[in-house]
């Protein structure tokens, strides 16, 4: 089966640093075929005949090994990936006018009800839920007023990882090669 491990919050500011030829190795290294990464922000993309669980299993054990803390590992499935990516409207981008992002959500803070729950204004956002995942847009005049960082102090935060919208559709057209 395909899948895709979303690592979060490393290679960010004093965050640990993983050096994505490091990391493909590491994967290569506990069994995992077919390994590509995508980008510094811990994105792979690979092939095992292991449940996702395991995978994820492995993979944060030897990411402790490696560099001396937990790093949490989200896995996907490629279809997964896929079904998000066919989430996002078309016209959503990163451009001078708009901002688009993906949550992708750990199981357990995955619940639509979560977009109800999250301290942004709602007016100045638009929000999808699909696939475990939350899809955001917000029209760069009113990223201020929307309160979207104000994400980062929810309980939920520290069990969701990032990526804009052309990392979301990437990896998603990585997933169909």
Known sequence: MKYVALLRGINVGKSVQVPMKR???ILEEIGLINVTTY???GNAIFESTLA???????IEEKLSDEFGQKIPVLIKTASEIIKIK???PAEWKNDATQQTYIAYLF?????PDLIDDLPVKKQY??????C???IWNIKRENYNK????????????SRMTTRNVNTARMLAALCME
Do not use: F
């Not at 199981?107 to 619940?111: K, L, R």
């Not at 929307?146 to 935060?157: A, E, L, R, V």
């Open 107 to 111: 199981s357990d803070a995955a619940n």
């Open 132 to 134: 475990e995942a939350i």
């Open 39 to 41: 980008l510094n922000s």
């Open 146 to 157: 929307s309160q979207i960082t104000k994400i980062m102090n929810h309980p939920s935060y």
């Open 52 to 58: 996702s669980n395991d995978v994820k299993d492995l």
């Open 23 to 25: 990391l493909k190795s």
């Open 125 to 130: 956002v638009e929000m999808i839920y699909a």
């Open 86 to 88: 066919d989430s996002i």
